[in-house]
């Protein structure tokens, strides 16, 4: 029974919008409202691998949530719930009490509500989470859109998190444990951005799938690429590599056309945006600092490294 216990102690609360049927049965039951497509995505984080053991367990729980939000983001469209496959090498009740309250705290802040899942034993902390969102029928953003002459975008600053999780204790480590899924721009871009990607395993890596998808290249200004006062102050070289390839940073990287940028900002936008580039005819990824070539190479996070 213990599995049904956590369940009814840690994971069974009062939804916080529209749903059939939640947790409880065998499944969930949604109506998906009239005239729109349902976005689903899914993230697994190995305890060690995704994040170091010592984590608190409210940040994990954040965090589980988060990242999932931030793909629904990406698509352009609002989330709605998630599901939860937890594995525990041992019933801990401490740390499922501060776990859960760090997932809903989450989901709270995002109104999304937890329908359903699975929890089972297992020798290593895994965390599963499926996240489910709405958008208007054939309004998603994705990552084949992009158009030379489009200008490239990020929101917020590129690199904080691999930088904490290099400083542990250092402030910039609550980038690394609590991101922020920009939802409100997601939404925002909808229409407006003709690609989209949310940065996970780098800037460089993820803006490459953006250029494979679209069958474009990209000029890349070094000297724009925003980052933290302890990015900015790191030898060159290091910067660069925390800002193109660091990870785990959770904010959008998008393609949109220069009459539709001003569009974008005449709206009351939620964070920062920096231009960082433009979209080529010519394939691969060029580097540029101060509008001369610079000869770099940087690869993003390896699931399989």
């Not at 709605?80 to 019933?91: K, N």
């Not at 760090?102 to 899942?117: K, R």
């Not at 785990?248 to 005449?266: A, G, H, R």
């Amino acid at each position: 029974m213990a599995e049904f216990s956590i369940i009814d102690t840690y994971f069974n609360r009062k939804n916080a919008n529209s749903v059939d049927l939640g947790v409880g049965d065998d499944s969930a039951l949604l109506t998906p409202p009239p005239h729109q497509q349902l976005v689903i995505c899914a993230d697994t984080s190995v305890a060690g691998r995704h994040f170091p053991l010592d984590t608190h367990p409210h940040a994990i729980g954040w965090k589980s949530v988060a990242v999932n939000l931030s793909d629904i983001a990406a698509m352009g469209a609002k989330p709605h719930s998630i599901l939860l496959a937890l594995s525990l090498d041992q019933i801990d009740h401490a740390w499922l009490k501060e776990f859960s309250q760090g997932l809903y705290d989450c989901c709270d802040q995002f109104g999304v509500s937890l329908i359903g899942g699975d929890t089972t034993q297992s020798p290593h902390l895994t965390i599963t989470v499926t996240a489910l969102g709405w958008i208007e029928s054939g309004q998603a953003v994705t990552r084949s859109g992009a158009q030379p002459g489009d200008l490239i975008c990020v929101s917020g600053t590129v690199g904080d998190a691999a930088y904490g999780l290099q400083h542990l204790g250092h402030p910039l480590q609550k980038r690394l444990d609590y991101p922020t899924p920009r939802c409100q721009l997601g939404q925002q871009l909808k229409g407006l951005a003709t690609s989209m990607i949310d940065i996970s395993d780098g800037l460089a890596q993820d803006l490459g799938h953006i250029l494979e998808a679209s069958n474009t290249g990209a000029e890349i200004y070094l000297e724009n690429l925003p980052v933290s006062a302890e990015v900015a102050q790191l030898e060159q070289e290091k910067k660069y590599q925390l800002a193109l390839a660091g990870g785990d940073d959770y904010e959008l990287c998008f393609t949109i056309s220069p009459n539709n940028y001003q569009l974008l900002i005449q709206q009351k936008i939620d964070v920062n945006l920096t231009i960082i580039g433009q979209i080529t005819q010519n394939l691969g990824l060029t580097y540029l600092q101060n509008g001369v070539n610079c000869s770099i190479q940087f690869h993003g996070y390896q699931h399989f490294a």
